[in-house]
């Protein structure tokens, strides 16, 4: 017999319903702060939609820094790596980078990141879908590793070859 599927409760029942507009619990639902704006419109208008547009983009900006937020608060490996990716940043300034070069460590250090957050998302998706041990689910996490690893070692290539012109040079 399979092992019950765990049901878990909606953001409503879990106390976070704040910012959540279309719950299913009408009496904590919290009216949209931009409602009056989008009443004073016709249904069919583009303003309304444009304005609609508008709020979905801001909201979604306010979900990813959440995300980056708890990240930040729960991962060692990501704070590492941003810790390391300033200070690579700040030596660049130092020693003069030219624009281009400056760019490239840029992007080379924001795919560590975006790396490392990506493999956040997969754990924490994994250790939610099947909590307990298996040796595909432990794969799964291993190629994400790697992932973040590869960047990372691609990065300090990047690293070396650029300072070491400056060093050198």
């Not at 299913?24 to 009443?39: I, L, T």
């Not at 909201?59 to 990813?64: E, I, L, N, V």
């Not at 992007?107 to 956040?120: D, F, K, Q, R, Y």
Request: charged share 20%; aromatic share 8%.
């Amino acid at each position: 017999m399979p092992a019950p599927a765990r049901v878990r409760p909606c953001r409503a029942q879990r106390g976070t319903c704040h910012d959540r507009l279309d719950h299913p619990h009408p009496g904590r639902r919290v009216k949209n702060p931009h409602q009056d704006q989008f009443e004073a419109q016709p249904i069919g208008s583009p303003e309304r939609a444009r304005t609609a547009d508008i709020w979905r983009t801001l909201y979604s900006f306010r979900h990813a820094g959440r995300g980056l937020v708890w990240a930040l608060s729960s991962q060692a490996n990501l704070r590492v790596h941003l810790v390391a990716g300033v200070l690579v940043l700040v030596a660049a300034l130092i020693f003069r980078f030219s624009a281009i070069e400056f760019a490239l460590l840029f992007v080379c250090i924001s795919i560590v990141v975006a790396a490392e957050l990506v493999n956040t998302a997969l754990e924490v998706l994994i250790d939610y879908a099947w909590p307990e041990r298996a040796p595909m689910v432990g794969r799964a996490k291993d190629v994400a590793a790697a992932a973040v690893l590869l960047a990372a070692v691609g990065t300090a290539v990047v690293g070396v070859l650029l300072f070491g012109r400056h060093l050198v040079g």
